[in-house]
């Protein structure tokens, strides 16, 4: 694994602009940045990062399995006990997935080790799929990088054959996200023509503009009732709103399901350790309270169970600033202290994603800090032939 130094493309804007990339800024700073890339062996893909989120995929399905049968675990959860049979049942009914992406600490040598798995509502996945691909193909072409080159990278067709697998006849699918977040609704425009592609009839509506009907369903501003819906909005703020209590009697097809209440949860860190104790892929970690956490020493990191961005996660014994985002009132657990690997300066996340039950790709995001927060950027990768 290296850090390679690059000259970025000068119109590589407009090309994400046409593509409809168009986050590719955040708060005035880049977020997509081609001035650098890693790279990765074959074996580091196919031996490290590849198995690793298949394993760890297979450990926390057995972990769903076990806690949708326990009202103890549930609640070690903070899942509401009003939803609980709701999240049970979608898993009894073996709801299906499309997707989730494991976060790994991953350096080129030791096994990559788990910081938390984005099960629910993982973003980046349009920049993973399509203009990292893009870029790859242009440096090829370019003679930047050999014809061999090339990328750990299958999403883009194992999300549009998984739509398939999901919606086999095609028929109506609503879509929905916050419609003001522009990353949030690009990745969905980027689901909708996914899943077009795959016979499916999409609609977006916002989730503000989702209401219910006389009969106790969801339906859209023109009074089309939700019967199978993605939503690009956790399933911890759905079970804590108004209309939560309609969930179960709306009978809608959510994707995701709702048993991912269970794992987009950092509860699943601790539970996932006590059950595979000393897993190379795995860092050590304790629900916040738990006697035991004082192995973990002087220095931890200390994450909510809902949090995102980085916000609220705080480096017991270090320095690093806190990003506070009012994250933490159901609970936290705490973790070994194993910051990402430190090249130039810089610290890199890899995040490993899954579709359906297969490991599909990475993408890169990399800080300044060994917390990676809402300002990381996303950089590109290339398999060195």
């Known amino acids: 694994m290296r850090r390679l130094k690059l000259t970025p493309r000068p119109d590589w804007q407009a090309k994400a602009d046409a593509v ?47 806690v949708a049968g326990s009202q103890e675990l549930m609640e070690r959860l903070a899942i509401p006990e009003a939803h609980r049979d709701l999240v049970a049942g979608s898993w009894r009914a073996k709801q299906p997935s499309l997707y989730g992406r494991f976060d790994f600490g991953y350096d080129g040598k030791a096994k ?13 996945v349009f920049e ?4 990292q691909w893009l870029w790859l193909e242009e440096l090829i072409a370019n003679g930047t990088f050999p ?22 006849k095609g028929g109506f699918v609503h879509f929905a996200s916050d419609e003001d977040a522009v990353e949030d609704r690009q990745t969905v425009r980027f689901l909708e023509d996914l899943a077009l592609q795959s016979g499916v009839e999409p609609k977006f509506v916002a989730m503000d503009n989702i209401g219910l009907n006389e009969e106790g369903q969801f339906v859209d501003l023109e009074g089309f009732v939700l019967q199978a819906a993605f939503k690009l909005y956790p399933w911890e703020f759905m079970l804590r709103e108004p209309y939560a209590a309609h969930l179960e009697t709306a009978q809608v097809r959510w994707i995701e399901p709702p048993w991912k209440a269970i794992l987009s949860n950092k509860g699943v860190l601790p539970l996932l350790w006590e059950r595979h104790r000393g897993h190379p892929n795995l860092l050590e970690a304790y629900f916040e309270g738990d006697p035991a956490a004082g192995a973990l020493g002087g220095r931890f990191v200390r994450k909510p169970l809902f949090s995102r961005e980085g916000a609220n996660v705080e480096i017991v014994g270090g320095d ?30 890899v995040g490993a994603w899954m579709v359906g039950n297969e490991p599909a790709g990475i993408g890169i995001r990399e800080d300044d800090s060994v917390v990676t927060k809402n300002l990381a950027r996303f950089v590109p990768h290339v398999i060195e032939g």
């Open 320 to 349: 690093e600033a806190v990003l506070d985002q009012g994250y933490g009132e159901e609970g936290a657990i705490v973790q070994a202290y194993h910051p990402p690997p430190d090249f130039d300066g810089k610290r890199p996340v």
């Open 128 to 131: 993973a799929a399509t203009f």
């Open 147 to 168: 014809a061999n080159a090339d990328q750990f990278n299958s999403l883009f067709e194992a999300l549009r054959d998984r739509f398939k697998l999901l919606f086999p």
């Open 112 to 124: 990559p080790k788990l910081y938390e798995y984005n099960a629910d509502t993982p973003t980046s």
């Open 20 to 66: 409809g990339f168009v986050y590719h800024h955040t708060e005035g700073q880049a977020y997509w940045d081609e001035s650098v890339a890693y790279a990765f062996t074959l074996d580091q893909v196919e031996q490290d990062l590849e198995p690793a989120a298949a394993e760890l995929h297979d450990l926390c399905l057995d972990l769903v399995d076990e």
